[in-house]
Each structure stands twice: as C-alpha cells, then as structure tokens.
C-alpha cells in the first residue's frame, strides 16, 4: 500500500520553530520530487517548497529565508525545518510526492489534496502571537 506520512506538526509561539518531517512506504521517496503545501483557503493549497532528487531546491516567496527543505536519502526522509515562524504560516501542511513536481513548481503552485503524486493526510501547524 502506498503511503506518505506527515510528522512534526503542532503549536508554538510566534518565532518559534518546528521541523517537519516526511516518510514513505510502498514506494522510495528518493525517486521522487518532495514537495510541501500548506492549506490556505478550502480545498486549495500552496506549494510551500520542493525538492528534487539531485537536491535542487525551491521555496515560496514567503518562507524564503526561514523554512529550509532537506532529504535524508539513507532514512528516506524529507525534512521542512521552519524557523522564525510567523501566525501567517498557521495551516496544515501535507508532503506530496510527485515525479514532476520541481520542474512544474510555477504550474502546481496551487493544488487541490490528491490532484498530483502522493499526498499525505496533512498535518497542523498553529503559531500563535
């Protein structure tokens, strides 16, 4: 059975910092391009940031500076380190899994849960002021 699984989340205060983590069973994360969405208004969600398996990177303009994406490919682990965190980033996160995700990062900027690759259930991240 295919299966993303979201680890991490929870509350802090504004300044905080959290790290978020990301496993796979039923197929290698590595093979994959790893992307993080956040939930920002109904069904749609925002690419938050991307990795592919040569380690290129991307982020959005909002969290540039603060989150930093990661792959440890021995544990097969993908890894959103969020630092300085703001109220702005309250929302649930979900790792998704996606061959193409890093080349069509502009494309698939928005999102809906299961429209691309492999999604996770999500979990929340509440940052308080």
């Known amino acids: 059975e295919v299966q993303v699984v979201e680890s991490g989340g929870g509350s802090v205060q504004a300044g905080g910092s959290l790290r978020l983590s990301c496993t796979a069973s039923?197929?290698?994360?590595?093979?994959?391009?790893v992307g993080w969405y956040r939930q920002v208004s109904g069904d749609e969600c925002e690419l938050v940031s991307v990795i592919n398996s040569w380690e290129n990177k991307h982020y959005a303009v909002s969290v540039k500076g603060r989150f930093t994406i990661s792959q440890d490919k021995v544990k097969n682990i993908v890894y959103l380190q969020m630092d300085n965190l703001s109220p702005d980033d309250t929302a649930v996160y979900y790792c998704?899994?996606?061959?193409?995700?890093?080349?069509?990062?502009?494309?698939?900027?928005?999102?809906?849960?299961?429209?691309?690759?492999?999604w996770g259930q999500g979990t929340q991240v509440t940052v308080s002021s």
């Open positions: 039923g197929f290698t994360l590595n093979d994959f391009d």
């Open positions: 998704v899994a996606d061959p193409g995700l890093y080349e069509n990062r502009y494309v698939a900027r928005i999102a809906t849960p299961g429209s691309l690759g492999y």
